[in-house]
T-cell receptor, first 113, second 113 residues
Framework: GAGVSQSPRYKVAKRGQDVALRCDPISGHVSLFWYQQALGQGPEFLTYFQNEAQLDKSGLPSDRFFAERPEGSVSTLKIQRTQQEDSAVYLC???????????FGSGTRLTVV | EDKVVQSPLSLVVHEGDTVTLNCSYEVTNFRSLLWYKQEKKAPTFLFMLTSSGIEKKSGRLSSILDKKELFSILNITATQTGDSAVYLCAVEASGAGSYQLTFGKGTKLSVIP
């Protein structure tokens, strides 16, 4: 596609509910990243994929967070048993293999009530 | 741990003023420094700098990197109300097959008529 597409744009979840956030990267981009941005803060790294391989998941805050990219294109970030501190904007970015340019999606704003 | 510090955290100026935003960093395996403008959710790319001392320029915006002193500045001349946004500085590091962007907290710029 022309850009990085994320869905849904907004998600309200009750505490304890599971959520799944989708990222559709630019076609052909090898690398895909997830970031979490709390209100008033810069984005913080969650995880990185190269094709279908998850090469770095050091930023995932707990084992309630899980990401996958099974066919090396679309990625899903899943949060189990959501808690209020999970409320944030979740940004996805992709870039060509070895290239420098990161393109960000518009993000999913998750609110846990 | 990689670290990016931006200053000031917020700034209010009048239209026509010139502003300088600062970004200092401590990163292992530096690859590039990037500036983004964030108005709503998706950070939009402004500049990428990899070489020290070379100014990048785009219209009223310019940026320069000092790899010896580990900082970068973003200048905006003749500011307009449309420049109001959060400006994010990010540093890319590479290592062990992974890339990671570390962001600062951002500078919130408000341009008043």
């Amino acid at each position: 596609g022309a850009g990085v597409s994320q869905s849904p744009r907004y998600k309200v979840a009750k505490r304890g509910q599971d959520v799944a956030l989708r990222c559709d990267p630019i076609s052909g981009h090898v690398s895909l990243f997830w970031y979490q941005q709390a209100l008033g803060q810069g984005p913080e790294f969650l995880t990185y994929f190269q094709n279908e391989a998850q090469l770095d998941k050091s930023g995932l805050p707990s084992d309630r967070f899980f990401a996958e990219r099974p066919e090396g294109s679309v990625s899903t970030l899943k949060i189990q048993r959501t808690q209020q501190e999970d409320s944030a904007v979740y940004l996805c970015a992709s870039k060509p293999g070895g290239g420098y340019g990161y393109t960000f999606g518009s993000g999913t704003r998750l609110t846990v009530v | 741990e990689d670290k990016v510090v931006q200053s000031p955290l917020s700034l209010v100026v009048h239209e026509g003023d010139t502003v300088t935003l600062n970004c200092s960093y401590e990163v292992t395996n530096f690859r590039s420094l990037l500036w983004y403008k964030q108005e709503k959710k998706a950070p939009t790319f402004l500049f990428m700098l990899t070489s020290s001392g070379i100014e990048k320029k785009s219209g009223r915006l310019s940026s320069i990197l000092d790899k010896k002193e580990l900082f970068s500045i973003l200048n905006i001349t003749a500011t307009q109300t449309g420049d109001s946004a959060v400006y994010l500085c990010a540093v890319e590091a590479s290592g062990a097959g992974s890339y990671q962007l570390t962001f600062g907290k951002g500078t919130k710029l408000s341009v008043i008529p």
